[in-house]
């Protein structure tokens, strides 16, 4: 039992932990270093970027002008093609009837 005890007291002696001081404390600052910067490009950089985007994308809609005329063309046009003709039922030929040829 002492002898466990003894193995992990040794692990985690002071004398180890200062001999590593060095190792532990750049890591420590290189793992912040690099948290820092994802969290300040997620968090600012991109926003900046996409908020630039945007204000390009509305300079140029707005030099864009709608020609109304044809739109409501387009949108007639679309709406009569989407409304079948009518079809006069008495004027079909019956395909069941001979066919006799008229000479």
Not at 50 to 60: A, D, F, W
Request: hydrophobic content about 45%.
């Amino acid at each position: 039992m002492n002898l466990k005890i003894n193995k992990i007291k040794s692990i985690f002696s002071l004398s180890q932990l200062l001999k590593y001081n060095r190792v532990i404390t750049l890591l420590t600052a290189a793992v912040i270093l690099i948290s820092v910067s994802v969290f300040l490009y997620y968090c600012f950089y991109k926003i900046l970027a996409q908020s630039e985007e945007i204000t390009v994308l509305k300079e140029q809609m707005i030099s864009v002008k709608v020609d109304t005329e044809l739109y409501n063309q387009v949108l007639a046009n679309i709406e009569n093609k989407k409304t079948p003709p009518e079809i006069n039922l008495k004027e079909l030929k019956n395909p069941f009837l001979p066919y006799t040829s008229s000479n």
